[in-house]
T-cell receptor
Framework: SQKIEQNSEALNIQEGKTATLTCNYT??????LQWYRQDPGRGPVFLLL?????KEKRKERLKVTFDTTLKQSLFHITASQPADSATYLC???????????FGPGTRLSVLP | SQTIHQWPATLVQPVGSPLSLECTVE??????LYWYRQAAGRGLQLLFY??????ISSEVPQNLSASRPQDRQFILSSKKLLLSDSGFYLC???????????FGSGTRLTVV
């Protein structure tokens, strides 16, 4: 069955450092991969989408890579700030891109 | 601009009681609509999705149902709630395949 894993349940880093979050999947060939941010008690907020034929996508301090051979996506936040503290979710969808399956999330804490 | 409204924000219901959660989208036409559930400390589980009026697809067997009586209205219902129905229910919409989801603010349902 399809499985999505995010590297760790929680990740603590120091302010100013680069946070790297991992999303691994098995038994899946996604055409699209997305990353979301979720704050406690709120709905997820869309951050970035990357397609299977794209290796890397950037948006301001965010960078996403997508390696279909390794079946892995990496999500980087450079120059991290305490305001970046949240849970980050990866989500995958097949060719029709309609029904994204979400990973369990990684709770990131950026310490001042 | 597009907005999504979901209500109520919190709900406490006794076991065996009915449920009706409503979601409406403004500023777009023929959106793809979704209902997700997030159990405490867990990832998002897709419950239902709809690509048009009256078109509902169910992802998991359960005692919940969904309806789309109008283009921009999506309703989640149950005739008799179970304790296991407790969770954080999120409505979302997207414009086209692979596009990022926009989530509502969620409903925290507690079945007692």
């Amino acid at each position: 069955s399809q499985k999505i894993e995010q590297n760790s349940e929680a990740l603590n880093i120091q302010e100013g450092k680069t946070a790297t979050l991992t999303c691994n999947y098995t038994n899946y060939s996604p055409a699209y991969l997305q990353w979301y941010r979720q704050d406690p008690g709120r709905g997820p907020v869309f951050l970035l989408l990357i397609r299977e034929n794209e290796k890397e996508k950037r948006k301001e301090r965010l960078k996403v890579t997508f390696d279909t051979t390794l079946k892995q996506s990496l999500f980087h936040i450079t120059a991290s700030q305490p305001a970046d503290s949240a849970t980050y979710l990866c989500a995958l969808a097949g060719n029709y891109g309609q029904n994204f399956v979400f990973g369990p999330g990684t709770r990131l804490s950026v310490l001042p | 601009s597009q907005t999504i409204h979901q209500w109520p924000a919190t709900l406490v219901q006794p076991v065996g009681s009915p449920l009706s959660l409503e979601c409406t989208v403004e500023g777009t036409s023929n959106p793809n609509l979704y209902w997700y559930r997030q159990a405490a400390g867990r990832g998002l589980q897709l419950l239902f999705y709809s690509v048009g009026i009256g078109q509902i697809s169910s992802e998991v067997p359960q005692n919940l149902s969904a309806s789309r009586p109008q283009d921009r209205q999506f309703i989640l219902s149950s005739k008799k709630l179970l304790l296991s129905d407790s969770g954080f229910y999120l409505c979302a919409w997207s414009e086209w395949e692979g596009h990022g989801y926009t989530f509502g603010s969620g409903t925290r349902l507690t079945v007692v």
